[in-house]
């Protein structure tokens, strides 16, 4: 079937994206390797492709107005299949009419010892994700620039809310051990500021961008609500939501380092454990200015994500 709008990746952003649009009317085709998908939204067509060829990206994404660009690979292996993967979705777009809208986070950045994130930060990047994150997110504009492609981006902190997120520092660690009465397992230091983005916040930006022409060319700060709230801040609004004391654990650089040992993912979160060592505070003033959204309150939003993981036990 035709439809307007393509979202490439089944995941927890890519399935807020989806479901802004449904709201909204609109037809949506979703894209995976595996063509699968839990829950999936009424209405939505969900295909099999392998996004690392340009000419299946060509394929699953023709006659499309705007397309979403929410696929990734394992954390693991990001510096080795990200780029090709962003690749070969360009080259595949290249020359079409659709809009390129992409999922970034903040990763390109690099330590910015306590400042506020604004879009207009240099890239300094010291990790391996952290330059893998820049290069993608520079070739993409180089892209829109050369005009092969309309392209525009967002970019948000740590993800919490719906769709369930085993490797996010407010996520399954946090919400499935508080909801049994036990402690939320955090990282870092819990007690200074740390801007988390609620996700269905993201996937609305996400349509935002995608309509809007004075998006294109240029990367965007989801709105977040409070974005100077500390994990502590936030478990303890989570306990009052459940009715329970609060009760919490922290993970630091070394016990992560020791998880590494076992667990690939924990490896992987090592060189990123700066983000919870200072203050890291995002600044999404432009994006609220410009398109006049505002973030889902956070209380608002703990409450549904916290509904969300009831009706979803832990398998």
Same mark, same amino acid.
């Given at each position: 079937? %035709?439809?307007?709008?393509?979202?490439?990746?089944?995941?927890?952003?890519?399935r807020?994206?989806?479901?802004?649009?449904? =709201?909204?009317?609109e037809?949506?085709?979703?894209?995976?390797?595996?063509?699968?998908?839990?829950?999936?939204?009424?209405?939505?067509?969900?295909?099999?492709?392998?996004?690392?060829?340009?000419?299946? /990206?060509?394929?699953?994404?023709?006659?499309?107005? /705007?397309?979403?660009?929410?696929?990734?690979p394992?954390?693991?292996?990001?510096?080795?299949?990200?780029?090709?993967?962003?690749?070969?979705?360009?080259?595949?777009?290249?020359?079409?009419?659709?809009?390129?809208?992409?999922?970034?986070?903040?990763?390109?950045?690099?330590?910015v010892?306590?400042?506020?994130?604004?879009?207009?930060?240099p890239?300094?990047?010291?990790?391996?994700?952290?330059?893998?994150?820049?290069?993608?997110?520079?070739?993409?504009?180089?892209?829109?620039?050369?005009?092969?492609?309309?392209?525009?981006?967002?970019?948000g902190?740590?993800?919490?809310?719906?769709?369930?997120?085993?490797?996010?520092?407010?996520?399954?660690?946090?919400?499935?051990?508080?909801?049994?009465? =036990?402690?939320?397992?955090?990282?870092?230091n819990?007690?200074?500021?740390?801007?988390?983005?609620?996700?269905?916040?993201?996937?609305?930006?996400?349509?935002?961008?995608?309509e809007?022409?004075?998006?294109?060319?240029?990367?965007?700060?989801?709105p977040?609500?409070?974005?100077?709230v500390?994990?502590?801040?936030?478990?303890?609004?989570?306990?009052?939501?459940?009715?329970?004391?609060?009760?919490?654990?922290?993970?630091?650089?070394?016990?992560?380092?020791?998880?590494?040992?076992?667990?690939?993912?924990?490896?992987?979160?090592?060189?990123?454990?700066?983000e919870?060592?200072?203050?890291?505070?995002?600044?999404? %003033?432009?994006?609220?200015?410009?398109?006049?959204?505002?973030?889902?309150?956070?209380?608002?939003?703990? =409450?549904?994500?916290v509904?969300?993981?009831?009706?979803?036990?832990?398998?």
């Amino acid at each position: 079937m %035709s439809v307007n709008h393509v979202v490439l990746g089944t995941g927890a952003i890519g399935r807020a994206a989806a479901n802004e649009l449904v =709201k909204r009317g609109e037809t949506v085709r979703m894209v995976s390797r595996s063509g699968k998908m839990d829950e999936t939204p009424a209405g939505v067509e969900v295909v099999s492709a392998d996004l690392y060829d340009s000419a299946k /990206v060509k394929e699953v994404t023709r006659g499309a107005k /705007v397309v979403y660009q929410a696929s990734q690979p394992e954390y693991t292996q990001w510096p080795e299949k990200f780029p090709s993967l962003q690749k070969s979705i360009i080259d595949g777009l290249s020359g079409s009419e659709a809009k390129l809208v992409l999922v970034e986070n903040l990763y390109m950045y690099g330590e910015v010892n306590g400042s506020s994130m604004t879009e207009d930060m240099p890239h300094n990047a010291h990790t391996r994700k952290g330059k893998t994150r820049s290069e993608m997110s520079k070739a993409a504009f180089e892209a829109h620039k050369a005009g092969k492609l309309k392209v525009t981006a967002a970019r948000g902190s740590d993800f919490f809310g719906l769709w369930g997120l085993p490797t996010a520092a407010m996520g399954e660690r946090t919400f499935y051990p508080m909801i049994a009465g =036990k402690a939320a397992s955090l990282v870092g230091n819990i007690d200074i500021p740390h801007t988390h983005t609620f996700i269905p916040d993201f996937g609305k930006a996400l349509v935002i961008l995608g309509e809007r022409s004075e998006a294109d060319g240029h990367a965007w700060h989801v709105p977040n609500d409070n974005p100077r709230v500390t994990q502590r801040e936030m478990a303890k609004m989570i306990a009052d939501e459940l009715g329970l004391p609060l009760k919490v654990s922290a993970m630091g650089k070394a016990m992560m380092w020791m998880g590494g040992l076992f667990i690939p993912e924990a490896k992987e979160s090592v060189e990123m454990m700066y983000e919870f060592e200072k203050p890291f505070i995002v600044d999404s %003033s432009r994006f609220e200015k410009t398109f006049g959204m505002k973030a889902t309150p956070m209380k608002d939003a703990i =409450k549904t994500t916290v509904a969300w993981y009831k009706s979803h036990p832990q398998k």
